[in-house]
């Protein structure tokens, strides 16, 4: 009986939880500090992803009315390497991107005409 009544509310909250996972997730890309923490989070074990991992862990087993212990599973290092490289790549790329586009507009013929004309 409880668990029925608690039920809508568990789901309200996962989905608002997946909808901000979301949201960040795109918005980090804008900022570099967003970017850094996120990197910095999942590398420390921090992450919203490894918490998610426990959490469903922890349900199997409390459900699964088990008599061991709980051991939580991490997950294997090339799928944490796979979720961080896009991030760590873009966090380095970004500032060369930058600084090659100023480069090629400083290049630009008419980009001092601009700037003289100041």
Request: glycine letters at 4%; a neutral charge.
């Amino acid at each position: 009986m409880f668990e029925e009544r608690l039920a809508p509310v568990l789901q309200q909250l996962d989905s608002d939880e997946r909808e901000l996972g979301r949201v960040t997730s795109i918005l980090r890309f804008c900022s570099p500090a967003m970017l850094f923490e996120s990197i910095s989070d999942d590398l420390a074990g921090t992450g919203r992803v490894r918490w998610r991992r426990f959490l469903e862990q922890m349900d199997a087993h409390v459900r699964s009315h088990s008599t061991t212990p709980f051991v939580f599973r991490e997950e294997a290092t090339a799928e944490l390497a796979r979720r961080l490289g896009p991030r760590i790549t873009a966090l380095f790329l970004a500032p060369w991107i930058v600084l090659l586009a100023s480069w090629v507009y400083s290049r630009h013929p008419g980009a001092r005409e601009k700037h003289a004309a100041c």
